[in-house]
């Protein structure tokens, strides 16, 4: 158990609001990273965080932004969302001192916009 | 362009036989490859990895292969029990990034364990 929660683990939103997914890890690791599942699709890497305030972008980050102010919080917003939003979101650590490769995953949060 | 794939969406195998997963890549950057194990509603676990500078690594019932001149590693549960059914994803991160700035799944395999 890697110790990592995800806040809310349900949602369902209307096309055009702000929404943000909360996931925290009570290890306190370096790196963070936000995920999208869909069918069809695997995994993809939406945004990741190296630190407090260090974050980057992944593979399909347009739509999203993120924060981290505090090490075992990491923040993934939807400015305004959207139907190809709809999707179920993973927050996943590793753990500092093992291999960065090795990630670890939250629960999710499944998220519908309507 | 999918750089991680996975041809089979899914697979049955009966009990206590053997399955195999198997997963190609396209991108020679990728050094580390790991398999997660996905039950619906809840997050992938992660379950065996191998580094490129390996062919084989194995724990218990499951051993990963990798052949690095034809860009294929494959997964293998034996001998395969009830609680095996799941999604299976392959994963590989690239030498410039060790990992910290993400990983590549692939699309999944959905194995089912017949009794």
């Known amino acids: 158990d890697a110790g990592i929660t995800q806040s809310p683990r349900h949602k369902v939103t209307e096309t055009g609001t702000p929404v943000t997914l909360r996931c925290h890890q009570t290890e306190n690791h370096r790196y963070m990273y936000w995920y999208r599942q869909d069918p069809g699709h695997g995994l993809r890497l939406i945004h990741y965080?190296?630190?407090?305030?260090?974050?980057d972008k992944g593979e399909v980050s347009d739509g999203y932004s993120v924060s981290r102010s505090k090490t075992e919080d990491f923040l993934l917003t939807l400015e305004s969302a959207t139907s190809s939003q709809t999707s179920v979101y993973f927050c996943a650590i590793s753990r500092d001192g093992g291999s960065y490769n090795e990630q670890f995953f939250g629960p999710g949060t499944r998220l519908t916009v309507l | 362009d999918q750089q991680v794939k996975q041809n089979s969406p899914s697979l049955s195998v009966q009990e206590g036989r053997i399955s195999i997963l198997n997963c190609d890549y396209t991108n020679s950057m990728f050094d580390y490859f790991l398999w997660y194990k996905k039950y619906p509603a809840e997050g992938p676990t992660f379950l065996i990895s191998?580094?490129?500078?390996?062919d084989k690594n194995e724990d218990g019932r499951f051993t990963v292969f990798l052949n690095k001149s034809a860009k294929h590693l494959s997964l293998h549960i034996v001998p395969s029990q009830p609680g095996d059914s799941a999604v299976y994803f392959c994963a590989a991160s690239s030498y410039s990034g060790g990992g910290a700035d993400g990983l590549t799944f692939g699309k999944g395999t959905h194995l089912i364990i017949q009794p």
């Open positions: 965080s190296y630190g407090v305030k260090d974050t």
């Open positions: 191998i580094s490129s500078i390996k």
